[in-house]
């Protein structure tokens, strides 16, 4: 390869350069072929940008990524909905969830409408704050903005309402989702038994449970291991252990975690015989 009618470098062959010098986990080269870029005339674009800020954030450096979007927005090209994206992503996972609300209202002011993603990222940001009174404001505004609520954005909203304790208000949303289209998965119906079961309601996790079945979704080992563990805290181990059963003749193997389980309920409870027949099932 090579001679005197080589054509120059253009911006899509730095873009992949810079790409893969990110993933390679090689930051400063990144930048050195990003300089280079403007020694030698060559206009960084859309996706030069947008990878350069995302290499930032996600090795932590959230204001060299804001540098980046200003210089960006100097140099004559507006940020567009993967920029914001990933500026709100930096921002949710530094905890700094206060700054959200101006980049939304940037956005807002650029008749630019969040995504699908832009709400999974800030669902995720205030799950991990616990604030599950903004995550359903939040919710409202998505559904006023008429974007498409699916299932991974949905599950991340439901896993962070029932983390706080609010699986009735989660299984509310889920039915207003449910009545604008959704179809729920076997992720969203163990989100929501697992909820159910972590604060002890297990009426509320095995009416779930049928609800799942009755619209022919099979349970899975995360299904019956979160069933059999709110029973087996509730001191229901035989119930327990005939969902073992029940699991068993449907299929689904048990796992370490579904044994040990009910090990530790029958030895809370003194039923040491009954750890050891448990125990003796896990070595054939």
Sequence with gaps: MGGGGAPPPNAFSYNVVIAGMWRAGKGDGAV???????ERAV??????YNTMIDGY??????EAGFRLRDQMVCHGLRPN????????????????????SALLDEMASRKMIPDGFTYSILFDGLSRNGDSKAMLSLFGNSVKNGVKIGDYTCSILLNGLCKDGKVSIAEQ?????????????RVIYNTLINGYCQIGELE?????????????IMPDYITYNALINGLCKSERIAKGQDLLMEMEDNGVNP???TFNMLIDAYGRTGQL????????EMQE
């Design 81 to 100: 909905l993967i920029t914001y994206n990933v500026l709100l992503s930096g921002l949710c996972c530094a905890g700094r969830m206060g700054m959200t």
């Design 273 to 280: 015989e009954k750890c050891f027949i448990v125990l003796s």
């Design 173 to 185: 949303v889920l039915r207003e989702l449910v009545n604008a289209g959704f179809v729920p998965t």
């Design 204 to 216: 509320g996790a095995f009416l779930t449970f049928q609800q799942m079945k009755s619209c022919h």
């Design 57 to 62: 954030i996600k090795g932590g450096d959230l």
């Design 32 to 38: 050195k072929v990003f300089d280079e870029m403007a």
């Design 43 to 48: 206009l960084p674009n859309h996706i030069t």
């Design 255 to 257: 796992t370490t975690e």
